[in-house]
């Protein structure tokens, strides 16, 4: 159980850093802070500290629904890559990927579903028994 828990903190941790580094990349800031929970064939990145300038000088000016709407676009635009991602650090499917942006406190979730085939659970565990992976990427 030790290493199977280990390997999901790995891999938590990594998932945290790619969606971090694809937001900076492709948004031109990144979160502050990430942390990552996978725990079964689930994958929650929450990025602190996220808005841009401009984002800040929309959201102090009232206009917290165009930023809403505009950050949405992006995540669901960034399926892919984001998707991409956590396959090739997990080697399992992403099957389902949700996105949520928060105004207060400053936060957005990247949520996965990965395919429940390969997960590397004992036969007698089901998904979501035994020690999470939670992560805090450096």
Same mark, same amino acid.
């Given at each position: 159980?030790?290493?199977?828990?280990?390997?999901?903190?790995?891999?938590?941790?990594?998932?945290?850093?790619?969606?971090?580094?694809?937001?900076?990349?492709?948004?031109?800031?990144?979160?502050?802070? #990430? !942390?990552?929970? %996978? =725990?079964?064939?689930?994958?929650?990145? @929450?990025? *602190?500290?996220?808005?841009?300038?401009?984002? &800040?000088?929309?959201?102090?000016?009232?206009?917290?629904?165009?930023?809403?709407? #505009? !950050?949405?676009? %992006? =995540?669901?635009?960034?399926?892919?890559? @984001?998707? *991409?991602?956590?396959?090739?650090?997990?080697? &399992?499917?992403?099957?389902?990927?949700?996105?949520?942006?928060?105004?207060?406190?400053?936060?957005?979730?990247?949520?996965?579903?990965?395919?429940?085939?390969?997960?590397?659970?004992?036969?007698?565990?089901?998904?979501?028994?035994?020690?999470?992976?939670?992560?805090?990427?450096?």
């Amino acid at each position: 159980m030790g290493t199977e828990h280990s390997e999901r903190s790995r891999q938590a941790t990594a998932v945290g850093n790619a969606i971090t580094r694809l937001h900076r990349d492709r948004y031109g800031r990144g979160a502050t802070t #990430t !942390r990552t929970v %996978f =725990q079964g064939n689930r994958i929650i990145a @929450f990025l *602190e500290d996220i808005y841009t300038l401009a984002e &800040r000088t929309l959201i102090d000016a009232g206009d917290w629904e165009q930023v809403k709407a #505009t !950050r949405q676009s %992006f =995540q669901m635009a960034m399926r892919e890559p @984001f998707t *991409e991602a956590v396959e090739e650090i997990t080697g &399992r499917k992403v099957i389902a990927f949700m996105s949520q942006v928060h105004l207060d406190p400053d936060i957005a979730a990247e949520i996965f579903v990965l395919s429940p085939d390969g997960d590397g659970l004992p036969p007698d565990q089901s998904p979501g028994e035994g020690a999470p992976g939670v992560a805090e990427p450096a």
